[in-house]
Every structure is written in C-alpha cells, then in structure tokens.
C-alpha cells in the first residue's frame, strides 16, 4: 500500500530559524510531488509542485526538493514568521488521478 | 476569480438523512476530486472525475455518490449518512489528472448524529 509519512508531526520554533520538514513516501514510481499549507478550519493552499524529472522547486523563502530513489521530499523555510504557522502537507501520485497525502506537519512558528 | 466553491460550508445531518455536496470550479478544469479529511488520517480520496461525462471511484467511496454535472461541476451526495461519516470533505480540481496543481476549496464540515 503506497503510504506518505511527515515527521515531525509537529514543531516550534522561534522567529527567524530556517527550518525543514520531511516527507516520506514509499513509492518510487513518483509522477509528482506537492507541497501544500493549510490554515485551521480552511482549506489546503499549493505551495510548490514538484515534477519527477525535477529535483527542487523554489517559492520566495520556500525551497522544496525530491530524492526519488531515497523516495524523500523536503520542505526548507527559510527565515521563518509567525505568518508561517500552518499545518503543512506533502502529496505524491504515482501519474494516475490518485495522490496519496500525508498527515501533516503542525508549525507553529513564535513571535 | 473565484476558484473552488463548495456550499454548505457546515452541515449537521441525523443518522439515515440524505444529502448533497456541491462544488463548482471556475478555472476551466478538467479533473475534479472530493476528499474526505479526519484527524490523524489525512486526505482521503472518496471519488474523482477525470473529465466532463466520467467518474471513478477513490480510496474510500462506500456510502457515497457522486455526479459531474457539467464541467464546472462535481457533486458529492451521501444518500443515508453515518455518523462515521462526520468529517471535512474538501473538493478539487487540476487542469488535468496528475501532471498538474490540485486547487481545494475551502471545505464542509459536516457531522453526522
């Protein structure tokens, strides 16, 4: 059964760290890979997504990266903000309509 | 723009009472998805829509059903609801299967007594 797995479930830190979040999967058939943020009570916002033949993507401070034969993708933030607290998703689907989400990773990032 | 809209935003139901999910994208896609989101689990796909006149069924599409209306529509209906499934149900769409993006709306949150 293909499964994700996001380690730390959850995670403070003081203003300013550069911080990175891991996602796990067990596939290596990867099609693509998306890292998305979800605010309490709301709805998931994509961040970055990551294509098989890539290997990192970059958005402002955030800089996703995809090791398919390790089959590990990693979130870095860099200079991090209390805005930046979220609950922080990684996806993966294997080139089918089927993407496989982890749980999460809960930031909380203090002022 | 308004992206993905899904109506109602909550929902309380009892035990065998029917009803209907809606969700309505406006980004011309073609790959619609309903998700169901409970703690500890993540998401779980319930049903997606590949194209206009198609569905398939996801990870856990028992007790559910689902209608692409249209291309800018998709569905989702529980015709007799289980308190098992009280949870968040998200929809989303991408331009086209797995290649692309999945834009969510904001969410139901729906509970089951």
């Known amino acids: 059964k293909q499964e994700v797995t996001q380690i730390p479930a959850a995670l403070s830190v003081p203003e300013g760290e550069n911080l990175v979040l891991n996602c796990s999967f067990t596939d290596s058939a990867i099609y693509n890979l998306q890292w998305f943020r979800q605010d309490p009570g709301k709805g998931l916002t994509s961040l970055l997504l990551i294509q098989s033949s890539q290997r990192e993507q970059t958005s402002g401070r955030l800089n996703a990266s995809l090791d398919k034969s390790s089959g590990r993708s990693t979130l870095y933030i860099a200079a991090s903000q209390p805005g930046d607290s979220a609950t922080y998703l990684c996806?993966?689907?294997?080139?089918?309509?089927?993407?496989?989400f982890g749980t999460g990773t809960r930031l909380k990032v203090l002022a | 723009n308004a992206g993905v809209t899904q109506t109602p935003k909550f929902q309380v139901l009892k035990t065998g009472q029917s009803m209907t999910l809606q969700c309505a994208q406006d980004m011309n896609h073609n790959s619609m998805y309903w998700y169901r989101q409970d703690p500890g689990m993540g998401l779980r796909l319930i049903y997606y829509s590949a194209s206009e006149g198609t569905t398939d069924k996801g990870e856990v599409p028992n007790g559910y059903n689902v209608s692409r209306l249209n291309k800018r529509e998709f569905s989702l209906r529980l015709e007799s609801a289980a308190p098992s499934q009280t949870s968040v149900y998200f929809c989303a769409s991408s331009p086209s299967g797995g290649a692309h993006e999945q834009f969510f709306g904001p969410g139901t949150r729906l509970t089951v007594l």
């Open positions: 996806a993966f689907t294997s080139g089918t309509y089927k993407y496989i």
